[in-house]
């Protein structure tokens, strides 16, 4: 169990008692099968077209041709009670999903986009980076390659960024009082994403850089650095600067993540190969941080309630 759970005592959520008899017509045997046939099956989120279309193949496998359209069959399996059917609020319209079984909030989160994975807090929950899990639901999907850009950073311009609150994207997602946010990830070519049973998120060392660079997805900096005290002795600090690296970011995250490592008491020699990279700037832990305190040895202004 991951800590993110779903309950389906408050109700109903599909109204079918105006659906034509029709629904009650079909063959005994595929109906019989059906319903065994999709509990094996290792996604329990899905959208109407993939599972009418998982039905329309099983049909051809067992030899069975189906007598009416899949959608009568999702029908008739969510009268029986094989299936459920949820509606989520989004900007701009309903999204409707079909559960079988009891999946998890995080599962949910997976279907909003293909190919998308659980990041930042969420990411960092169910690896135990952080104890309290959190409100919102955090996915991400990678974004498209941009051309790279020589940016030549001005002390100034990363003040007046910082003054600000953090930028908040993304697409804001509800359903029975449960949020989710969607988020267009750094394009990394999936460098950072890992499998984690029926779970796809970003791994230890992407989760704390993830959280570092957006502050406020980690809960802000002091469950940022609580993060990165339960990482000691489970991550590898030198490919977490390669990722670092590889993610190629304009703002010297490099000193804020030292200053992390620093404050959870990770060695002198995990420190080098951030300690090794140039300070050319002076940096901020955190958006709109009021009278911050500032940390000679990494250039970086940090909270005054930083624990």
Known sequence: MIGITLNFSDGPFFDISKKGPSLLRFREPIIQKLPRYLSTLPVAVHTPGTLGNIIADFARAI??????????????????????????DTPSGTL????????????????????????????????????????IVYVSKEGY????????????AIDTAFAKPQRRSGT????????????TGQYSEGEG?????????????????????????????????????????RIDVQRLRQ???????????????????????????????????????RFYLDYQMNAPLYDETWQVYYPQDLT
């Open 63 to 88: 030899n069975d041709p189906l007598e009416d359209e899949p959608a009568a069959y999702l029908q008739f399996l969510i009268k029986q009670g094989s299936l459920e059917a949820i509606y989520l």
């Open 145 to 156: 390659p941009r051309q790279k850009e020589t940016i030549v950073l001005a002390q100034e």
């Open 193 to 233: 994403v890992e499998q984690k049973g029926k779970l796809r998120l970003t791994d230890l060392e992407r989760t704390l850089l993830d959280i570092t660079v957006r502050p406020q997805y980690g809960r802000g900096a002091n469950t940022v650095l609580q993060a990165y005290r339960e990482g000691k002795g």
């Open 243 to 281: 990722l670092l690296e590889h993610l190629n970011y304009h703002y010297p995250y490099h000193q804020a993540i030292g200053f992390y490592l620093t404050r959870a008491g990770y060695s002198s020699k995990e420190l080098k190969c951030f300690r090794s990279m140039k300070k050319r700037h």
């Open 96 to 135: 409707e999903r079909y559960l079988i079984g009891i999946p998890s909030l995080a599962e949910i989160a997976l279907s909003l986009k293909d190919n998308s994975y659980l990041s930042h807090a969420s990411a960092a929950f169910i690896h135990g980076l952080i104890n309290e899990e959190p409100p």
């Open 172 to 183: 804001e997602i509800t359903w029975q009082g449960h949020q989710f946010l969607l988020l």
